[in-house]
């Protein structure tokens, strides 16, 4: 994407807002007790793990004083700057003209109080400037700055650096004129606050670059910026009510395109495959050299999704974010596995993937319900001007499209079979005291889990197989919500080994057994369970 449209998502999305003690015999136990639970057809609660994934970034840094010095970075072309707080703002003699004190002294108000909040009430550590004992930076971008040679009228924003004479790296906020006059009280453009949010967005990766996590985890820099931005902004506002909270419109592809990665930049790409955790793949190259896009409208963006930043956040606890950016150097999941086990971290990836079904997720559940409305049935094709090929359209839903093989069994489509980490979402029709399906998994680590809702929105989870039996009793006093349980596919893989990874997609069968009357339409709102759905598809 281009950089501008980098910066205008980001600034979109701104409003969002077991582990046993791990030894290897206590994860074994674990797995298998769950897969019991699959084939006898009991439900469970999911249990919590052990040992927790928290950290409390107040344990290791210190309170840091207020800065009052700037960073000799040695950048040259400096013709002014403004200083206030904890910020200054740097400018060439070649600024636009709308870039006046009018629009800087808002711009580092807002910068003060918001990374006040975040610092001195969440808890975060400053960016690097600010951790020894300078003002944090914004440069401007087109002003004749060492930073770049832009015109004074050229747009963007970016999360920037400059090196110091001995060789250290300094993260700052490198923003055009365009946001920059956007804090002016004289501007009147329609898009000022998404801009003003977009500074902020800049601000937030100053931060996250400036910790030891996420080095190969470009989609985790984006989406638990996200998540902090919006995390930031509820609190602060003091609500109890998350009725009306949204996720973002970059969070579609993390819930209605649940065969995606959890660990994915770009997402579901034209040739078929998966954007890497740092965007491998989002590019190729025609035979003349020239750049062409292979990404799709909407969920191209899905790093911007702060969904699993927020399932994170609301079901291991608001610590656990704060944990990733200090214990995982490289990828997310791989570095929760080595803290957790092997055994936890595929469980967390189907308890991930359930809930998500169901759209059980805390405080969340109703930002969850908001994107499967606003966005079932959206068509997505093929997104840029140069594309490496036009696609054919898919009709977004979070169920899979499945047919009926000789053998009458469910064969899902191919192209949307699960990615690394990804899953298929079944809807099954179901008739008794019990309903179950015989699991086929015809690629390495896969898993079943039947769940659903009750009309009361009752959650009720069954135990998740490798293969073979996948039951759940149902109980007369919490009958499924239109008739319909979910199974729920998983690929559990969760270490990233390139191409290889990211081009694979995961198969497998399904055959219907009790209690399992038909497959359901796929393009139904079965998610939602207050609703009476009617179904006259046939297999």
């Known amino acids: 994407m281009k950089n501008i449209t980098k910066f205008c998502k980001a600034g979109a999305i701104a409003l969002l807002g077991f582990l046993f003690a791990c030894d290897n015999q206590s994860n074994k136990s674990s797995s298998n007790g769950i897969e019991e639970n699959a084939s006898n057809g009991e439900s469970f609660a999911w249990p919590a793990y052990n040992p927790t994934i928290h950290y ?10 207020l800065p009052t010095k700037n960073l000799d970075d040695q950048c040259s072309g400096e013709a002014w700057r403004i200083d206030d707080g904890w910020w200054t703002f740097i400018a060439g003699k070649n600024a636009n003209p709308l870039v006046t004190e009018s629009a800087v002294r808002p711009l580092l108000k807002r910068l003060n109080e918001d990374f006040g909040y975040i610092r001195d009430v969440m808890g975060w550590p400053p960016d690097k400037r600010g951790m020894e004992g300078y003002r944090s930076a914004v440069y401007l971008f087109g002003s004749g700055l060492c930073t770049d040679d832009a015109p004074n009228d050229a747009l963007g924003g970016w999360q920037s650096a400059t090196q110091s004479p001995d060789g250290q790296v300094w993260a700052n906020i490198l923003i055009s004129y365009y946001p920059t006059y956007c804090f002016d009280p004289a501007c009147t453009w329609k898009d000022k ?48 009510n998350y009725d009306n909270v949204e996720l973002g419109w970059l969070s579609m592809g993390s819930v209605l395109a649940p065969f995606i990665p959890i660990e994915c930049y770009c997402g579901w790409l034209q040739d078929g495959s998966f954007g890497g955790p740092a965007a491998q793949g989002e590019h190729k190259t025609d035979d003349s050299g020239q750049k062409l896009t292979n990404t799709r409208y909407l969920v191209g963006g899905v790093q911007y999704s702060a969904v699993f930043a927020t399932f994170l956040g609301e079901i291991l606890g608001k610590g656990s974010v704060p944990w990733i950016w200090q214990n995982c150097p490289k990828h997310v999941l791989e570095g929760i596995a080595e803290h957790i086990g092997e055994a936890q971290i595929r469980r967390l990836i189907c308890e991930y993937r359930a ?47 499945t047919s009926i093989d000789n053998e009458g069994l469910l064969v899902p489509e191919n192209r949307t079979t699960p990615g690394w980490s990804g899953a298929n979402i079944i809807p099954i029709h179901a008739n008794g005291k019990s309903i179950s399906v015989d699991f086929k998994p015809l690629s390495p680590n896969m898993s079943c889990q039947l769940c659903y809702r009750t009309e009361k929105g009752e959650t009720v989870y069954g135990g998740i197989t490798k293969g073979g039996k996948c039951a759940l009793k149902i109980d007369p006093a919490k009958t499924p919500a239109n008739g319909v349980v979910f ?12 191409d290889k990874t990211r ?5 497998y069968r399904l055959k219907l057994g009790e209690g399992a009357v038909r497959t359901a339409d796929i393009h139904k709102n079965w998610w939602d369970w207050k609703t009476k759905t009617e179904d006259s598809s046939a297999l």
């Open 503 to 507: 081009t694979t997609h995961h198969d």
């Open 56 to 65: 409390n970034f107040k344990e290791e840094y210190p309170d840091f004083p």
């Open 487 to 498: 199974a729920v596919v998983c690929n559990t893989d969760y270490v990233y080994e390139g």
């Open 355 to 401: 809930r998500l079904a169901l759209a059980d997720l805390g405080r969340y559940e109703q930002a969850v319900l908001k994107m499967y409305r606003q966005y079932m049935g959206k068509e997505i094709g093929s997104e840029g001007e140069r594309n490496v090929e036009i696609v054919e359209i898919w009709k977004a839903t979070p169920y899979a499209k």
């Open 193 to 240: 606050e998404f801009q003003k949010g977009g500074v902020i967005h800049e601000g937030i990766h100053a931060i996250l670059s400036s910790l030891p996590g996420c080095r190969d985890a470009a989609w985790f820099h984006e989406g638990a910026n996200t998540w902090l931005q919006g995390t930031m902004e509820l609190e602060r506002s003091g609500t109890t």
